[in-house]
């Protein structure tokens, strides 16, 4: 409660704030109500970060062109995924990186490295894309969503490299009790070796929600 100019910063010893608590602090700089646009989200919004910490993260092709994903989570990742033929995950009875949505909001940016380390059996140029896939509450099917980043430059040759991508991207929903997938894979490829190749590295990633 304002007293005086050295308990509330008031221009006098009369009470001139409008706001009589308590306070509470949203960010470092403001404890004033967020402004809101009227789409029913949070506007600050909130960072999730990835990473594939101390286990290898592992993208591939296998035979029949099967594309062979990589799951990011919070300092691991599990590998092996296969991307069934209409581009969906299914985690039934498989281990999962996924995350449960608190709130309801809008996914807006999506950032990814991979540092690829030495592989002597890899040939050709590939690319690596980073997208977060989505399950609804209920079910263990994932679906791609429209927050993806195509890593640039292309992975060409054994040697180590490090490509990255970034980008704004059309607000995808979300739902509370949603579960959401950082899945990095091999998007296009060219001149690749005869069958079964992958690019084993480092992976990270984060996306923006409000």
Same mark, same amino acid.
């Given at each position: 409660?304002?007293?005086?100019?050295?308990?509330?910063?008031?221009?006098?010893?009369?009470?001139?704030?409008?706001?009589?608590?308590?306070?509470?602090?949203?960010?470092?700089?403001?404890?004033?109500?967020?402004?809101?646009?009227?789409?029913?989200?949070?506007?600050?919004?909130?960072?999730?970060?990835?990473?594939?910490? $101390?286990?290898?993260?592992?993208?591939? $092709?296998?035979?029949?062109?099967?594309?062979?994903?990589?799951?990011?989570?919070?300092?691991?990742?599990?590998?092996?995924?296969?991307?069934?033929?209409?581009?969906?995950?299914?985690?039934?009875?498989?281990?999962?990186?996924?995350?449960?949505?608190?709130?309801?909001?809008?996914?807006?940016?999506?950032?990814?490295?991979?540092?690829?380390?030495?592989?002597?059996?890899?040939?050709? !140029?590939?690319?690596?894309?980073?997208?977060?896939?989505?399950?609804?509450?209920?079910?263990?099917?994932?679906?791609?969503?429209?927050?993806?980043?195509?890593?640039?430059?292309? $992975? !060409?040759?054994?040697?180590?490299?490090?490509?990255?991508?970034?980008?704004?991207?059309?607000?995808?929903?979300?739902?509370?009790?949603?579960?959401?997938?950082?899945?990095?894979?091999?998007?296009?490829?060219?001149?690749?070796?005869?069958?079964?190749?992958?690019?084993?590295?480092?992976?990270?990633?984060?996306?923006?929600?409000?």
């Amino acid at each position: 409660m304002c007293v005086n100019k050295d308990s509330c910063n008031c221009l006098s010893t009369q009470r001139e704030c409008n706001h009589l608590g308590p306070f509470v602090a949203i960010d470092i700089n403001c404890i004033n109500t967020p402004i809101d646009d009227g789409d029913g989200t949070n506007d600050n919004g909130s960072i999730i970060p990835f990473s594939s910490g $101390i286990t290898t993260s592992v993208v591939g $092709i296998a035979e029949g062109a099967t594309l062979v994903a990589s799951l990011i989570g919070f300092g691991s990742a599990i590998n092996g995924i296969t991307l069934l033929g209409d581009n969906t995950i299914d985690l039934t009875g498989i281990l999962s990186e996924a995350f449960s949505v608190p709130r309801n909001g809008n996914i807006t940016g999506i950032s990814a490295t991979f540092n690829s380390f030495i592989d002597l059996n890899l040939t050709g !140029t590939h690319t690596i894309t980073a997208q977060i896939y989505r399950a609804p509450a209920g079910t263990n099917i994932y679906s791609p969503t429209n927050a993806r980043v195509d890593l640039a430059p292309p $992975i !060409t040759g054994p040697f180590p490299a490090i490509t990255f991508g970034t980008g704004d991207i059309e607000p995808v929903p979300v739902s509370v009790g949603d579960r959401l997938l950082m899945v990095f894979y091999i998007s296009t490829t060219i001149n690749p070796p005869a069958l079964n190749f992958s690019i084993s590295g480092s992976a990270s990633a984060g996306i923006t929600i409000v």
